[in-house]
Nanobody, 127 residues
């Protein structure tokens, strides 16, 4: 089992920055591929960014490319999502997800590929 706890979400003005954290426990963190997803009110959950278990590979949704950066610190069992130049359309509940991966460079973009989910953290971007 893996437990994931997100933090860092809050109200921020458009153009501002936030850093979300996802702290993991329960399994060896370095074997987990981790992704960030978000779900806005009335919309489907969507992929935002993913990072391979080694941290050597990352992948982003087009909507956040160039603004968001995903990273991980395996010594701290934590994945981060640095969000810059925030827009009102970034408003959503952000979820961290993880799956045990046998391949060091793989990243999954489908929510169904992940076995473990956090409870989510609310990000609200005001105009």
């Amino acid at each position: 089992q893996v437990q994931l706890v997100e933090s860092g979400g809050r109200l921020v003005q458009a153009g501002g920055s936030l850093r979300l954290s996802c702290a993991a426990s329960g399994r060896t963190f370095s074997i987990l591929t981790v992704g960030w997803f978000r779900q806005a009110a009335g919309k489907e959950r969507e992929f935002v960014a993913g990072i391979s278990r080694s941290g050597g590979a990352t992948y982003y949704a087009d909507s956040v490319k160039g603004r968001f950066t995903i990273s991980r610190d395996n010594a701290k069992n934590t994945v981060y999502l640095q969000m810059n130049s925030l827009k009102t359309e970034d408003t959503a509940v952000y979820y961290c997800a993880a799956v045990v991966s046998g391949t060091s460079s793989i990243i999954y973009t489908r929510a169904g590929s992940y076995d473990y989910w956090g409870q989510g953290t609310q990000v609200t971007v005001s105009s």
